[in-house]
């Protein structure tokens, strides 16, 4: 298949800033609506789908995806009608100038203000968020209060294109890749197990749509669908840390801690069993206090839920520009088919 037909691009491509999923849920609603026996959306904007199993094995699997990304929302307009911006998520100011956005649901174009450099004769001192603008092509502040709300969420836009073999290149990967695995999941069940798919809001603020799926869930063991850093390509020779947490190209990546949550060593041997049985590569993300997933609220709710996350390795992960080899994200799909068709109660016993 082309990746220009894929929901992957179609995804990816959409906007949908933290607590701003809207254009992301009718995506994913439509998308699964076929292939589950219930969806709804609960009261922090999640989308809940429901997958009877085929009654094979008693147990109930939550899975989540977060639909958000990252990006910023505008704070104020300067008496010239350039835009002020804070960011929504983690974003380094380096990237910003000249990258092109989008603000509101009408879209209105801009682009991120730099001087060029015919009139900048010194090394400027790299920018916080809140000090950069946006240049939506106005000249005074009504003419852009006219056209942007403060408020309004202003979004990276970049194609998603096919680079080389299987690498690719889009924004919002992060976590859309995850959103799509969990739908071609979906869309070859049931399985012996129940499944609750959750398409969860929020989660690059601070983990937040996570926080209520266990109560109204219930499950017996939990999966997280994600994307991890993969830098693997010479570094400055400054930098004092070379080592990548993940390599493309390598396999999904299961986590073994970040800096929210220890995985559960039982239910993440039954990864790599199922992985080595069916000939599927893997890798583990290097265990380091950093980085965190929904899991981090999701295994320690209720009575406490044996949770896995499994990422796909992704270069340049919170820029309009991330690059990821379709070979793993296929990978990673495959892997759960097999993971949820040979889960029995002992896979998560400790
Ligand atoms: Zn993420």
Not at 28 to 50: C, R
Not at 175 to 188: F, H, N, P, T, Y
């Amino acid at each position: 298949m082309r990746l220009e037909d894929t929901l992957l691009k179609e995804l990816s491509e959409a906007h949908g800033i933290s607590s701003k999923e809207d254009g992301i849920r009718k995506i994913i609603l439509k998308a699964v609506k076929d292939h589950v026996d219930d969806v709804h959306i609960d009261s922090m904007g999640n989308i809940i789908a429901f997958q009877r199993g085929s009654g094979g094995a008693k147990l109930r699997v939550l899975i989540a995806a977060h639909m958000d990304e990252v990006g910023f929302m505008v704070t104020g307009f300067d008496s010239n009608g350039t835009i002020k911006v804070r960011n929504v998520g983690g974003i380094d100011g380096r990237l910003l100038p000249a990258m092109r956005v989008e603000i509101g649901d009408k879209k209105v174009p801009g682009v991120f203000t730099w001087r060029p450099i015919h009139v900048s004769s010194h090394e400027r001192d790299v920018k916080k968020v809140d000090d950069m603008r946006i240049d939506i092509g106005v000249d005074n502040k009504d003419a852009a209060k006219g056209k942007v709300k403060l408020g309004d969420m202003v979004t990276f836009v970049a194609e998603t294109v096919t680079m080389h073999g299987p690498m690719v290149r889009g924004k919002a990967f992060d976590d859309r890749a995850g959103c799509v695995q969990m739908i071609e999941i979906l869309k070859s069940g049931p399985y012996p197990v129940d499944l609750i798919a959750a398409f969860t809001v929020q989660e690059e603020v601070g983990i937040r749509g996570a926080s209520v799926l266990v109560e109204a869930a219930k499950p017996d063991a939990a999966i997280v669908l994600e994307t991890t850093a993969s830098h693997e390509l010479p570094q400055d020779e400054d930098e004092p840390d070379q080592t990548s947490v993940t390599k493309m190209g390598h396999g999904p990546a299961l986590y073994v801690m970040d800096r929210l949550t220890i995985y559960h060593p039982t239910f993440r041997k039954h990864f790599e069993d199922t992985a080595d049985k069916y000939g599927i590569p893997y890798q583990y993300r290097s265990p380091q206090y950093a980085g965190g997933t929904d899991a981090g609220i999701i295994h320690i709710s209720g009575a406490g839920v044996p949770t896995v996350a499994m990422s796909t390795p992704c270069r340049y992960l919170h820029s309009p520009h991330i690059i990821m080899n379709l070979d793993d994200f296929a990978h990673g799909i495959d892997l759960v088919r097999h993971v949820l068709t040979d889960l029995t109660p002992d896979k998560l016993e400790r």
